[in-house]
T-cell receptor
Framework: EAGVAQSPRYKIIEKRQSVAFWCNPI?????LYWYQQILGQGPKLLIQ????????DSQLPKDRFSAERLKGVDSTLKIQPAKLEDSAVYLC???????????????FGQGTRLTVV | AQKVTQAQTEISVVEKEDVTLDCVYE???????LFWYKQPPSGELVFLIR??????QNEISGRYSWNFQKSTSSFNFTITASQVVDSAVYFC????????????FGKGTMLLVSP
């Protein structure tokens, strides 16, 4: 079974530039998550989709971050304009259903490491 | 609000030693779910275990074991006879039954196992 695919793996941009990350979840997974992991910290949820609808985006800085999940499959996360504090690893994860459902777990991609200079 | 605390930032052991990673959580829900994930240097988080709040049985899987104690709001993880391949960052996470299914992670514990 193919895992969660993310691209690019690494990205370096200057502050005030824009950047986009792409995620292809495991086939059939209804729930998709974007997490931000700053160095030395645990992942923090940015946005959660159920199919193509947003379930939780309460921690997404909406003035600069946006995300979409077209047709309930692939997803893109965009930052515009980027700030120095956005330097982090952006992790995409997917799960068959809500993780509170028995035997449901979230699978993570390898992440995109963003450096803003 | 849910919170997960992993007080140990980094632990160093020598191969074959046993090691316990601590996890303390806070939640107002009576129904919740606890998880452990491993993050090797490659970056992806690997699922290790899930436990719901009604199941306080300890679990053993090979060299891994988990001790869930609701009385102390702890869900500790023990690796027996550690190996170099166990070197990674380990995260404890919590999801409450009410509201969204958001996984809230602790800051992680880096485990270094030397030969």
């Amino acid at each position: 079974e193919a895992g969660v695919a993310q691209s690019p793996r690494y990205k370096i941009i200057e502050k005030r530039q824009s950047v986009a990350f792409w995620c292809n979840p495991i086939s059939g997974h209804a729930t998709l998550y974007w997490y931000q992991q700053i160095l030395g910290q645990g992942p923090k949820l940015l946005i959660q989709f159920q199919n193509n609808g947003v379930v939780d985006d309460s921690q997404l800085p909406k003035d600069r971050f946006s995300a979409e999940r077209l047709k309930g499959v692939d997803s893109t996360l965009k930052i515009q304009p980027a700030k120095l504090e956005d330097s982090a690893v952006y992790l995409c994860a997917s799960s068959l259903d809500d993780v509170r459902v028995e035997n449901t777990e979230a699978f993570f991609g390898q992440g995109t490491r963003l450096t803003v200079v | 609000a849910q919170k997960v605390t992993q007080a140990q930032t980094e632990i160093s052991v020598v191969e074959k030693e046993d090691v316990t990673l601590d996890c303390v959580y806070e939640t107002r829900d009576t129904t919740y779910y606890l998880f452990w994930y491993k993050q090797p240097p490659s970056g992806e988080l690997v699922f290790l275990i899930r436990r719901n709040s009604f199941d306080e049985q300890n679990e053993i899987s090979g060299r891994y074991s988990w001790n869930f104690q609701k009385s102390t709001s702890s869900f500790n993880f023990t690796i027996t006879a550690s190996q170099v391949v166990d070197s990674a960052v380990y995260f404890c996470a919590l999801s409450e039954y009410s509201g969204y299914s958001t996984l809230t992670f602790g800051k992680g514990t880096m485990l270094l196992v030397s030969p």
